[in-house]
């Protein structure tokens, strides 16, 4: 689905009616922790356990997607226009945390965010009168997106593009007739709906020549689930992983994250220095390669941004 489309669904978004407005907790007083400061290989291996609960274990089109940019962010099911506009500021905060540029305003939205009472309602109404403006069914997806408990739920439109910018779907059926030393090569390329073909080639062994990119995103945030958490980590949570883009639903980060608002126990007040630096590192790896390559870049970035001095380690 092009970004254009995401304008259709603003009257369908806004058929939901705004509950409460989730209400920021009182601040909190200074408190001290004195921690054991993590080795280079403990950072290391925190940041993939981090990666892994963010990022899908085998993501679209073999790699991870990011966005290209501008972004517009939409707020919707919000009484007020002053929280509705912090919402979006702390948005916009993550987007140029990721070096990615903020269209101005009056743009067409990319990346959307709905309050509602019912968001799985709100889906299911998304999901029955413009059954596109969804990705592909994925069951672990539909299944989170129908979930009765979930407080913030989500989606993205990835595409990939070529080297050049273009790609397209190879024709199964061209595939299969055509051969290579006798042997069909619809037996050993990929095809059907999914399958990708761009229009360039080139001999090396770790460029894919194709990258996925984030065209549009979606947010429900559930309030009455969300009830009790502070509206700034809230916007927070959602502005993570929309931007990223990451999966759904989360696993356990096994770090301070905002990733973590919904678990019991401490409650982040908004990002973390963990989640910077994924943002960051997302945002520095090379986007034709595959996602084991790409995975390996992340946590380098993200351990050079951690670790005291910040050194940067060798690709």
Same mark, same amino acid.
């Given at each position: 689905?092009?970004?254009?489309?995401?304008?259709?669904?603003?009257?369908v978004?806004?058929?939901?009616?705004?509950?409460?407005t989730?209400? =920021?907790?009182?601040?909190?007083?200074?408190?001290?922790?004195?921690?054991q400061r993590?080795?280079?290989?403990?950072?290391?291996?925190?940041?993939? &356990?981090?990666? !892994?609960?963010?990022?899908?274990?085998?993501?679209?089109?073999? @790699?991870?997607?990011?966005?290209?940019?501008?972004?517009?962010?939409?707020?919707?099911g919000?009484?007020?226009?002053?929280?509705?506009?912090r *919402?979006?500021?702390r948005?916009?905060?993550?987007?140029?945390?990721?070096?990615?540029?903020?269209?101005?305003?009056?743009?067409?939205? $990319?990346? %959307?965010?709905?309050?509602?009472? &019912?968001?799985?309602?709100? *889906?299911? @109404?998304?999901?029955?009168?413009?059954?596109?403006?969804?990705?592909?069914?994925?069951?672990?997806?539909?299944?989170?997106?129908?979930?009765?408990? /979930?407080?913030?739920?989500?989606?993205?439109?990835?595409?990939?593009a070529?080297?050049?910018?273009?790609?397209?779907?190879?024709?199964?059926?061209?595939l299969?007739?055509?051969?290579?030393?006798?042997?069909?090569?619809?037996?050993?390329l990929?095809?059907g709906p $999914?399958?990708?073909?761009?229009?360039?080639?080139?001999?090396?062994?770790?460029?894919? $020549?194709?990258?996925?990119?984030? !065209?549009?995103?979606?947010?429900?945030?559930?309030?009455?689930?969300?009830?009790?958490?502070?509206? &700034?980590? /809230?916007?927070?949570?959602?502005?993570?992983? %929309?931007?990223?883009? %990451?999966?759904?639903?989360?696993? $356990?980060?096994?770090?301070?994250?905002?990733?973590?608002l919904?678990?019991?126990?401490?409650?982040?007040?908004?990002l973390t220095?963990?989640?910077?630096?994924?943002?960051?590192? /997302?945002?520095r790896? @090379?986007?034709n390669?595959?996602?084991?390559?790409?995975r390996?870049?992340? /946590?380098? =970035? %993200?351990?050079?941004?951690?670790?005291?001095?910040?050194?940067?380690?060798? @690709?």
């Amino acid at each position: 689905m092009p970004p254009t489309l995401l304008p259709a669904l603003l009257p369908v978004l806004m058929l939901a009616a705004p509950g409460p407005t989730p209400v =920021a907790t009182p601040a909190e007083e200074t408190i001290e922790v004195a921690a054991q400061r993590l080795t280079r290989p403990q950072i290391r291996a925190a940041a993939l &356990d981090y990666a !892994r609960a963010g990022l899908a274990p085998n993501p679209d089109y073999g @790699q991870y997607a990011r966005w290209r940019g501008p972004i517009c962010v939409n707020v919707r099911g919000m009484p007020d226009p002053a929280m509705a506009a912090r *919402v979006a500021g702390r948005i916009e905060a993550v987007v140029r945390l990721a070096g990615l540029a903020i269209e101005k305003p009056g743009c067409k939205a $990319n990346l %959307m965010v709905a309050f509602t009472d &019912d968001a799985r309602a709100l *889906v299911a @109404q998304v999901r029955n009168r413009k059954r596109t403006a969804l990705p592909p069914f994925e069951p672990r997806l539909f299944a989170a997106l129908n979930s009765p408990s /979930l407080p913030v739920r989500w989606w993205h439109v990835l595409g990939p593009a070529g080297s050049g910018g273009g790609a397209g779907s190879p024709d199964s059926g061209a595939l299969a007739s055509a051969s290579s030393n006798a042997v069909p090569l619809g037996n050993v390329l990929p095809a059907g709906p $999914n399958a990708v073909g761009t229009s360039s080639w080139n001999s090396s062994l770790v460029d894919t $020549n194709l990258s996925a990119w984030a !065209r549009a995103g979606v947010a429900v945030v559930d309030v009455t689930l969300a009830t009790g958490v502070s509206l &700034d980590a /809230l916007a927070d949570h959602v502005a993570l992983v %929309m931007v990223a883009p %990451m999966r759904m639903p989360l696993g $356990n980060p096994g770090v301070p994250s905002v990733l973590g608002l919904f678990t019991p126990g401490a409650r982040p007040a908004g990002l973390t220095d963990w989640d910077r630096a994924f943002v960051k590192g /997302l945002y520095r790896v @090379q986007m034709n390669r595959s996602a084991q390559r790409q995975r390996q870049q992340l /946590l380098s =970035a %993200m351990t050079a941004e951690l670790a005291p001095g910040g050194e940067t380690e060798a @690709q």
